[in-house]
């Protein structure tokens, strides 16, 4: 079974933080991900396609709005997951970036380099994404096929625990 690699667009205006993230995800996700940089968002948009998994946005970005940048992205591939880092806590911003399609929104700090690899991890290995992508099942039949093996250990550990 080969382990199909997904495209992880970073959009950092910061140079030091952009390379530090990246060594981070790839020492994380070694084989699993192609990471590209980029530090506008003009460029950014260019490249995305069908074949953007994840997009992690800073927020901060000087003179561009990751407002903007998401909604376009959501035009390009509603299927892309967006994830944003911001170093302000204010929770309207949160708030704004959850309804024009991001996925997660994670505050820059001590734990926002664990707290990206959790998302990105959750991402790769949603079961759907794994049946569908690997196995070349339709997305129906995998949602159904999740569902019965989830269903399935519950019932199990629910007939043991009454033995």
Known sequence: METQIQNLFLLEDNPLSSNRIVAFLENRFKNSLRISTFTNGETLLEEIDGNTTIVILDYDLKGEKADVLILEIRKTNPKTEIIILSADEDIAIAIDAFRNGAKSFIIKGEQSKRQLFLVIYKILNYPVRILTE????NKILAIFIAYFIII?????????LLN
């Open 134 to 137: 690997r196995f070349a099942i």
């Open 152 to 160: 399935g250990i519950v019932v199990y550990i629910g007939m043991s």
